[in-house]
């Protein structure tokens, strides 16, 4: 076993180079070593009310299987006091740089922590504490932490208790559902090139030294994970009074004012973190929720664009219904003119412009252009001689799957086709060669998109997939050949584009 000083002096070296200081230049990160302890179980007792005290061990874990200790626990009016003695308590500092202490902790049947106390080791190894509790059954265990004042035990569990065959009281196990801190929580970013001191110290100063160094690590713990941004004010307390601790220390204030100063700052910041650590989750929810709202937008507006094409297709079939009134009439008036008397008639060379009956052609087309603007948005529409082509781009996929907001909008053109009886669509799925693995994935995305018309409510009788591979190339690029084409038609639109007309025919004799 090292001496004393010896012990002291080897404290101060690890600190001086692993933390930092005011006025630090350039900063590098410290190493982080997970080490886990899982599945374990610890046995908790219900200590029974003024029974007298119950004598307990304390066993060490495979991460200090040399470390043991007792406790003596007595239930009292108000109260449960725990007197515990340790040994082979070896520096904290080996199961990484952060770690500067050792804390008493209960843990409840249920699963909750509760912090009881820091455990300081002496220059022997051993370390004693004598703690009161509110808690009436319970296991206890020993852990390796940052500072003293942390909320939740980290993973390095050094010590739990062992009952002994005299121990007074029933005993239940627990496993170990408590939240552990991961150690990844404690990384932050140190100054490169501190050297060791190399002196030795005093007891006075060595306590004095750990706390200011469990300060520190409570302060850059807390805006490493984002205090300065989600608990500005407290963090800002936190560090100002982590500043008056180090002033003290440098003016030689005395022990007590120095290591008061030091443990508040330490609370302080281990409020901050607490808090932060609430307010993030917080803003997770709400985006969580912002994200959901702004979903059930994008329903709510397919489901109205639907009932406005609705209301749309029933305007243009009144069109189509009236337009055909009229053929009718006008070829009534026209059989009546065939059935009067000839009437007299002087031979002469007439121009007769004969125009064809194009009411329903019209129709076709009033419609056709409605449709067209009602599926311009985010994916580009064509109005061709095949039909109306609506693209979706090599873009919009990873890989063979459609991207979400992609889907919202196939949703749109289900809900327009759907609007009007009659159309059907072919899916069409297109490559930028012909080797076979480019047309089965080309072919992959074409049902993949016939897929999404029919979650959004198309039937799909009314839908065909085809792989076209490289068959109809678009454009020079790659990536504009590697494309899906949903392509609409059917009598309702007819078979001519939009931007088409008939032509007239003149004829003389």
Same mark, same amino acid.
């Given at each position: 076993?090292?001496?004393?000083?010896?012990?002291?002096?080897?404290?101060?070296?690890?600190?001086?180079?692993?933390?930092?200081?005011?006025?630090?230049?350039?900063?590098?990160?410290?190493?982080?070593?997970?080490?886990?302890?899982?599945?374990?179980?610890?046995?908790?007792?219900? +200590?029974?009310?003024?029974?007298?005290?119950?004598?307990? @061990?304390? *066993?060490?874990?495979? /991460?200090?299987?040399?470390?043991?200790?007792?406790?003596?626990?007595?239930?009292?009016?108000?109260?449960?006091?725990?007197?515990?003695?340790?040994?082979?308590?070896?520096?904290?500092?080996?199961?990484?740089?952060?770690?500067?202490?050792?804390?008493?902790?209960?843990?409840?049947?249920?699963?909750?922590?509760?912090?009881?106390?820091?455990?300081?080791?002496?220059?022997? %190894?051993?370390?004693?504490?004598?703690? $009161?509790?509110?808690?009436?059954?319970?296991?206890?265990?020993?852990?390796?932490?940052?500072?003293?004042?942390?909320?939740?035990?980290? @993973?390095?569990?050094?010590?739990?208790?062992?009952? *002994?065959?005299?121990?007074?009281?029933?005993?239940?196990?627990?496993?170990?559902?408590?939240?552990?801190?991961?150690?990844?929580?404690?990384?932050?970013? !140190?100054?490169?090139?501190?050297?060791?001191?190399?002196?030795?110290?005093?007891?006075?100063?060595?306590?004095?030294?750990?706390?200011?160094?469990?300060?520190?690590?409570?302060?850059?713990?807390?805006?490493?994970?984002?205090?300065?941004? +989600?608990?500005?004010?407290?963090?800002?307390?936190?560090?100002?009074?982590?500043? $008056?601790?180090?002033?003290?220390?440098? &003016?030689?204030?005395?022990?007590?004012?120095?290591?008061?100063?030091?443990?508040?700052?330490?609370?302080?910041?281990?409020?901050?973190?607490?808090?932060?650590?609430?307010?993030?989750? @917080?803003?997770?929810?709400?985006?969580?929720?912002?994200?959901?709202? *702004?979903?059930?937008?994008?329903?709510?507006?397919?489901?109205? &664009?639907?009932?406005? #094409?609705?209301?749309?297709?029933?305007?243009?079939?009144?069109?189509?219904?009236?337009?055909?009134?009229?053929?009718?009439?006008?070829?009534?008036?026209?059989?009546?003119?065939?059935?009067?008397?000839?009437?007299?008639?002087?031979?002469?060379?007439?121009?007769?412009?004969?125009?064809? @009956?194009?009411?329903?052609?019209?129709?076709?087309?009033?419609?056709?252009?409605?449709?067209?603007?009602?599926?311009?948005?985010?994916?580009?529409? /064509? &109005?061709?001689?095949?039909?109306?082509?609506?693209?979706?781009? &090599?873009?919009?996929?990873?890989?063979?799957? /459609?991207?979400?907001?992609? $889907?919202?909008?196939?949703?749109?053109?289900? #809900?327009?086709?759907?609007?009007?009886?009659?159309?059907?669509?072919? !899916?069409?799925?297109?490559? %930028?060669?012909?080797?076979?693995? #480019?047309?089965?994935?080309?072919?992959?995305?074409?049902?993949?998109?016939?897929?999404?018309?029919?979650?959004?409510? /198309?039937?799909? %009788?009314?839908?065909?997939?085809?792989?076209?591979?490289?068959?109809?190339?678009?454009?020079?690029?790659?990536?504009?050949?590697?494309?899906?084409?949903?392509?609409?038609?059917?009598?309702?639109?007819?078979?001519?584009?939009?931007?088409?007309?008939?032509?007239?025919?003149?004829?003389?004799?």
């Amino acid at each position: 076993m090292l001496p004393r000083t010896a012990i002291y002096i080897s404290f101060v070296i690890v600190c001086t180079c692993l933390f930092a200081t005011p006025g630090g230049a350039q900063t590098r990160s410290v190493p982080i070593y997970k080490v886990t302890v899982i599945g374990r179980t610890v046995s908790a007792v219900n +200590y029974q009310y003024r029974s007298g005290p119950t004598q307990i @061990d304390f *066993r060490g874990t495979v /991460l200090l299987p040399s470390a043991k200790g007792e406790a003596t626990v007595e239930s009292k009016a108000g109260r449960t006091e725990i007197d515990a003695h340790f040994e082979h308590l070896a520096p904290a500092q080996q199961f990484g740089a952060e770690y500067l202490t050792y804390v008493l902790w209960a843990i409840t049947p249920e699963g909750h922590a509760k912090n009881l106390g820091e455990v300081l080791a002496n220059g022997s %190894d051993k370390g004693h504490t004598r703690v $009161t509790s509110d808690l009436q059954a319970f296991g206890l265990i020993v852990t390796a932490e940052p500072y003293a004042a942390v909320h939740s035990p980290s @993973d390095v569990v050094v010590l739990e208790n062992q009952v *002994r065959p005299d121990t007074i009281g029933t005993t239940e196990p627990i496993q170990a559902h408590y939240e552990l801190m991961p150690r990844g929580a404690y990384t932050y970013n !140190v100054p490169a090139g501190l050297g060791a001191t190399g002196r030795k110290v005093s007891m006075t100063e060595y306590e004095e030294t750990v706390e200011l160094y469990q300060a520190q690590n409570a302060v850059q713990i807390a805006e490493a994970q984002g205090a300065a941004q +989600y608990a500005p004010d407290v963090f800002k307390k936190a560090r100002a009074q982590y500043e $008056t601790a180090r002033q003290l220390h440098s &003016d030689r204030a005395g022990k007590t004012a120095i290591i008061t100063a030091a443990r508040q700052a330490a609370q302080t910041a281990e409020d901050a973190r607490t808090l932060t650590v609430a307010r993030k989750h @917080d803003a997770e929810l709400a985006a969580a929720r912002g994200e959901a709202e *702004r979903q059930q937008q994008l329903r709510l507006q397919a489901e109205a &664009d639907a009932q406005r #094409a609705q209301s749309q297709a029933a305007d243009a079939q009144a069109q189509a219904v009236a337009a055909e009134n009229a053929r009718i009439q006008a070829e009534a008036r026209a059989n009546a003119a065939a059935a009067a008397p000839p009437a007299m008639v002087v031979e002469r060379e007439v121009v007769v412009q004969t125009q064809p @009956d194009d009411s329903g052609h019209k129709a076709q087309m009033t419609l056709r252009a409605r449709l067209m603007a009602q599926l311009n948005g985010p994916l580009e529409a /064509l &109005d061709t001689a095949r039909g109306l082509i609506v693209t979706v781009p &090599d873009s919009d996929f990873r890989g063979t799957a /459609l991207t979400a907001s992609t $889907t919202s909008s196939l949703a749109h053109v289900a #809900a327009t086709v759907m609007s009007q009886r009659g159309l059907t669509i072919e !899916v069409d799925g297109n490559s %930028d060669s012909a080797e076979p693995s #480019a047309e089965r994935i080309a072919l992959e995305r074409a049902a993949a998109v016939k897929d999404a018309l029919i979650l959004a409510g /198309l039937q799909p %009788d009314r839908i065909t997939t085809r792989g076209l591979g490289n068959t109809q190339p678009f454009g020079p690029n790659a990536s504009d050949n590697r494309r899906v084409e949903v392509v609409i038609h059917g009598d309702p639109i007819g078979n001519a584009p939009s931007w088409d007309k008939p032509y007239s025919l003149n004829l003389s004799r």
